[in-house]
């Protein structure tokens, strides 16, 4: 019967809502499950939030890909935005796939596992890369050779414990 009460209790549930609208658009992987070897949407299934894997080799850009040009492989769902993308990634996962399951190889050169940002990406030595944040993805484009010589070292471990 307080007015008052209800009023506060919907204006705090509007900026709860807002707030997450605002993280849905700058990008977060909010729902990425980082218990399966590959970054996955928790409820979907989707890897990498939908972006087309192989457009970031063609077009140099994150691109989202498209319900109707999707496949299933590794235990995801992976989304394109045309057939002959996803032709392409059939024909050689293994080179348009991102490493490491889609998680941050800064990050895990430091020993922790964090679902990367497919908005934050560098091609490297013909392999693509997502990163949970700018700053590792400019750190890790300046001296990539260091980083990979970490994460080879830690990588198995932790890839290990992806999925137990």
């Known amino acids: 019967m307080r007015p008052g ?5 919907r ?22 499950a980082t218990t399966e070897r590959i970054v996955v ?4 299934g ?5 972006f087309d894997p ?3 080799f063609v077009d140099g850009a ?15 769902v992976w989304r394109f ?11 050689h996962p293994e080179i348009y796939g991102p490493q490491f399951g889609g998680y941050d190889p800064a990050d895990i050169a430091r020993g922790v596992v964090i679902a990367g940002n497919p908005r934050f990406f560098a091609l ?13 993805r400019d750190a890790f484009a300046a001296d990539p050779e260091r980083f990979l010589y970490e994460v080879g070292k830690r990588w198995p471990a932790l890839q290990d414990q992806l999925g137990q």
């Not at 691109?63 to 995801?76: D, S, T």
């Not at 490297?124 to 700053?135: D, K, N, P």
């Open 124 to 136: 490297v030595a013909q392999r693509l890369y997502l990163f949970s944040r700018e700053a590792n």
């Open 11 to 32: 204006r705090v549930c509007l900026v709860c809502l807002l707030a997450g609208i605002w993280i849905i658009c700058q990008g977060w992987p909010a729902g990425a």
């Open 5 to 9: 009460i209800a009023l506060i209790g």
């Open 81 to 91: 935005r045309n057939e002959g993308n996803r032709a392409s990634f059939l024909s």
């Open 54 to 56: 192989v457009a970031y």
């Open 62 to 76: 994150a691109v989202r890909g498209k319900a109707q040009f999707e496949a299933n492989l590794w235990g995801a």
């Open 46 to 50: 989707v890897a990498i939030e939908g």
């Open 41 to 44: 949407n928790r409820f979907s």
